[in-house]
């Protein structure tokens, strides 16, 4: 069966960090560039970081440059983000997939099916 699935969610208090990790079964995450977005209640998803596929050259929103990093772990195998420095305003459903565009859709590309992430004190 071919899915994604995002982990390491969770409650943090503004300031802390999370780890968020993108895995696949059925395909090799290596072969794809991949994006992670998120939701926000009431709000449209948007793109958060995104990583190329040969070269590994990533790409921020403006609000995760400085604070998020996108990355290629376990031989490839997994995709993370790492998220430092979190505001109330990360609290979202996060999302990864096996696209950059925050247009695209299960019906084009793979889309996991997200891990809510909650700033708060």
């Known amino acids: 069966q071919v899915q994604l699935e995002e982990s390491g969610g969770g409650v943090v208090q503004p300031g802390g960090s999370l780890r968020l990790s993108c895995s696949a079964s059925g395909f090799s995450l290596a072969d794809y560039a991949i994006g992670w977005f998120r939701q926000a209640p009431g709000k449209g998803r948007e793109g958060v970081a995104c990583?190329?596929?040969?070269?590994?050259?990533?790409h921020y929103a403006e609000f995760a440059k400085g604070r998020f990093t996108i990355s290629r772990d376990n031989g490839r195998k997994t995709v993370a983000l790492q998220m430092n420095n979190l505001k109330p305003e990360d609290t979202a459903v996060y999302y990864c997939?096996?696209?950059?565009?925050?247009?695209?859709?299960?019906?084009?590309?793979?889309w996991g099916q997200g891990t809510q992430v909650t700033v708060s004190s």
């Open positions: 990583i190329r596929t040969v070269d590994s050259i990533t």
């Open positions: 997939a096996t696209t950059c565009d925050p247009r695209s859709s299960p019906h084009y590309d793979y």
